[in-house]
């Protein structure tokens, strides 16, 4: 037997069966449906990273083609070739050559669509309608937005949401029997927290805890994913809102330095934090407009310690002024 000691688990447990696929059943059953007819429209997969998306599409190929699934499948990733010449060459040479192996058509795959450009767009639509008879088209994409409107007309689109807590917890779970993993409860709620409905962060986060010990919790959970616990951000958070700027910095400070929390992340974790806390209204919306106004200015490459030092010095302004 191969050794995978060194396998990527999300690759591992990948599903590859529709019915393996967790937290997205109305989507699977209709997907279901097509392979026991036997025929498939185009398709546009829409929602985060990690829900499913890819495998699903996948499976799907499998299930339609059996064995032979690898000779009528192609997956292209839209990212890597943005322009018109993907179009009019890859995907172009693919959709006009016939299936292989009996099949009645062939599927291709196409990932970021969403990365094309309008113009590659425009003839990615020309192509779909003509070769629909020998190929069909699977596009996926974060935001659905993105895609010209003559392509969605084309497609039965379906949208993947954030996968749920049950759905996370069931599949850690499984891995963690798999892998002979002691994980304790309250681990499985910090990769679950961590992931925010993303299995392939989920996965990820047990796989790095699984390399330091086989034993896991908590504590350890957040440290190998360079993540704050929600009581870290709570402390940040209470410090900031009673005008203690000291302590708050001093806080901010062990988060950015000693625990190697990247800006960015700390700050979707505070919004994460702040449209739950019971705050008055005025107070939140400053707060979290002061969250957007930073992370923009670190998107354009402000100095990350300047700006995260200056929202907290926000935080403890807007305090100040709606208590008095």
Same mark, same amino acid.
């Not at 688990?9 to 990948?14: A, G, L």
């Not at 908590?218 to 009581?231: F, G, L, N, Q, S």
């Given at each position: ?15 590859? @069966? ?28 829409? =929602?985060?990273?990690?829900?499913? @998306? ?11 083609? =059996? ?12 990212? !890597?070739?943005?322009?018109? !010449? ?7 040479? %693919?959709? *006009? ?7 009645? %058509? ?42 010209? !409107? ?10 993947? *949401? ?5 759905? +996370? ?123 957007? +106004? ?20 926000? %935080? ?9």
């Amino acid at each position: 037997m191969m050794d995978d000691s060194h396998t990527i688990w999300i690759e591992k447990y990948r599903p590859q @069966k529709l019915a393996d696929i967790v937290g997205q059943n109305e989507i699977i059953e209709r997907l279901e449906s097509y392979v026991k007819s036997g025929n498939l429209p185009h398709l546009l997969f829409t =929602g985060s990273a990690g829900v499913g @998306k890819t495998t699903a599409a996948v499976a799907l190929a499998r299930e339609f083609f =059996g064995e032979s699934w690898h000779m009528n499948f192609r997956e292209l990733n839209a990212s !890597d070739e943005r322009g018109i !010449d993907v179009v009019r060459n890859q995907i172009k040479q %693919f959709a *006009r050559t016939s299936p292989l192996e009996g099949a009645t %058509f062939k599927i291709l795959f196409l990932d970021e669509a969403d990365a094309l450009t309008p113009d590659a767009q425009a003839a990615l639509r020309r192509t779909m309608e003509s070769y629909a008879q020998t190929c069909r088209f699977i596009l996926s994409c974060n935001y659905s937005s993105k895609i010209i !409107d003559p392509i969605q007309s084309r497609c039965a689109i379906y949208r993947f *949401r954030a996968l749920g807590r049950d759905a +996370v917890k069931e599949e850690i779970h499984r891995i963690a029997t798999q892998e002979s993993l002691t994980i304790q409860e309250d681990a499985i709620d910090a990769i679950i927290y961590i992931a925010q409905g993303d299995m392939r962060k989920a996965i990820n986060a047990l796989q790095g805890a699984a390399i330091i010990s086989r034993e896991i919790d908590e504590k350890m959970v957040y440290a190998i994913t360079a993540t704050a616990r929600p009581d870290e951000i709570d402390e940040l958070l209470d410090l900031s809102l009673k005008g203690d700027f000291e302590g708050a910095e001093a806080v901010l400070q062990k988060l950015l330095q000693e625990r190697g929390i990247a800006p960015n992340e700390l700050i979707t974790q505070c919004y994460r934090v702040l449209v739950r806390r019971p705050l008055d209204q005025g107070l939140r919306v400053a707060l979290i407009d002061q969250l957007g +106004v930073t992370d923009f200015r670190l998107s354009e490459g402000a100095n990350s310690e300047i700006q995260m030092e200056a929202l907290i010095a926000g %935080f403890v302004m807007l305090s100040r002024k709606y208590s008095s």
